[in-house]
C-alpha cells in the first residue's frame, strides 16, 4: 500500500471499474534491513476495445492480459502494489481500450490491490483519465504529464511521464518534469528508489531532435539529461521501462540498473518471452522473478537478485 508524496494526492481510491490507491502507514526509515515488499510489474498490455481482437503473432491481448491478471491475483495476499507500465491501450489510446482494459483489471481492483500505471506511446492522457477519473491529479506537479511519487515500506517509486506524442516511438520526459524529479529526490534521500517510465535509454546526439515535431528515434530522446541526474542522486537505483517489448536488465557503470519489462501482449521476436514479473525490494536489493505466459519457456520461472549500488 502506498502513500503519495507529490503533494495533490495522499490518497486515492478509484470505484466502478478502475484502478485502487490506498494507503497504509509509511515505516520508511524504520524498515529493517531485512524488511521486503513484493510488487507485480507488468508492461505493454495494449489492449483493445474488442475483447476477441488478435494481433502480431495471433496473440488475442485481452486473454493475456486476462491470464497475467489471474496469476497475479492469486499472489495477492503477498504483493504490496501492482504497476503497468505503459502502452495500457491497443494503438492510439481511445476510450473503449480503456473500457475494456478497467474490465480486465477488475479482479485486481476488488483485491483492494494498489495500481499504478504510467503512459506509453500508445495511450493517450484524454481519454485515459475519462476512464480513470481518480488517477488525474487536481493540481498536477507537472503540467500535462501523469507523473507521482510513492512512498511505499521500503522503497520509494517515482511514476514517470515518457508519452511525447500519441503513436510515435519515441519518448521524452522534457525539463519541467526532470527538475520535478530531481527536487522528489533531493527532497527523499533515504529510501532506495525506483523511476517508473515506458520508453528505454537511447542515447539521442544533441540537436538531432526538432522540439515540436514527431522523430523516428525509438527510446527516450532526453536520455542523456536524465542519466546526468540520476549520476547525483545514489538512491536511485533502478529504471523501470517497457516498449521494445524485450525482457531483460543490466547495470549501467555505476551500478543503476535498467529493468526492461517483457509486454504482456505480443513480443516483436518470437523467441523473447511475454507475461509478466515479481519484483521483491528490499533495502540492499530486488529480486526479480519472470512469470512467462509460455510456462515452457527457458527464462520462465528464473529468479535474479541484483544488488544496489
Ligand atoms: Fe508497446
Not at 119 to 127: A, E, F, I
Not at 275 to 301: F, M, N, Q, R, Y
Amino acid at each position: 500500500m502506498s502513500i503519495h508524496l507529490n503533494s495533490v494526492v495522499s490518497r486515492r481510491r478509484f470505484l466502478g471499474g478502475a484502478a485502487v490507491f490506498s494507503c497504509l502507514p509509511s515505516l520508511s526509515s524504520l524498515a529493517a534491513e531485512s524488511e521486503s515488499e513484493t510488487w507485480a510489474f507488468l508492461s505493454d498490455t495494449h489492449i483493445h476495445a474488442d475483447a476477441g481482437f488478435v494481433s502480431r503473432n495471433e496473440t488475442n491481448l485481452s486473454e493475456n492480459l486476462r491470464r497475467v491478471v489471474a496469476e497475479v491475483l492469486a499472489e495477492k495476499d503477498s504483493l504490496d502494489g501492482v504497476l503497468i507500465d505503459g502502452d495500457c491501450a491497443f494503438n492510439v489510446g481511445l476510450p473503449g481500450d480503456y473500457e475494456q482494459f478497467a474490465k480486465l483489471l477488475a479482479p485486481l481492483i476488488e483485491a483492494k490491490l494498489p495500481i499504478h500505471m504510467t503512459m506509453g506511446n500508445h495511450d493517450d492522457r484524454g481519454p485515459f483519465f475519462q476512464a480513470f477519473a481518480d488517477q488525474q491529479a487536481k493540481n498536477p506537479p507537472v503540467e500535462s504529464k501523469h507523473v507521482a511519487m510513492v512512498e511505499s515500506r521500503v522503497a520509494n517509486f517515482v511514476f514517470l511521464d515518457s508519452l511525447r506524442f500519441v503513436n510515435k516511438v519515441e519518448g521524452e520526459f522534457g525539463e519541467a518534469q526532470l527538475a520535478w524529479l530531481d527536487r522528489m529526490l533531493a527532497a527523499n534521500p533515504d529510501k532506495p528508489t525506483l523511476l517508473i517510465g515506458h520508453h528505454n535509454p537511447q542515447v539521442v546526439p544533441a540537436g538531432e531532435v526538432p522540439a515540436d515535431q514527431p522523430v523516428k528515434i525509438t527510446g527516450l530522446i532526453d536520455t542523456d539529461p536524465f542519466f546526468q541526474l540520476i549520476a547525483n542522486r545514489p538512491q536511485a537505483k533502478a529504471y523501470v521501462y517497457g516498449h521494445s517489448h524485450n525482457w531483460g536488465h543490466k547495470p549501467d557503470d555505476s551500478g543503476f540498473h535498467l529493468i526492461n519489462l517483457p509486454p504482456t501482449a505480443y513480443v516483436f521476436d518470437l523467441a523473447r518471452p511475454n507475461g509478466w514479473v515479481k519484483a521483491t525490494i528490499s533495502a540492499t536489493d530486488i529480486t526479480l522473478e519472470l512469470s512467462a505466459l509460455d510456462k515452457a519457456h527457458p527464462e520462465h520461472g528464473k529468479v535474479q537478485t541484483l544488488a544496489w549500488r
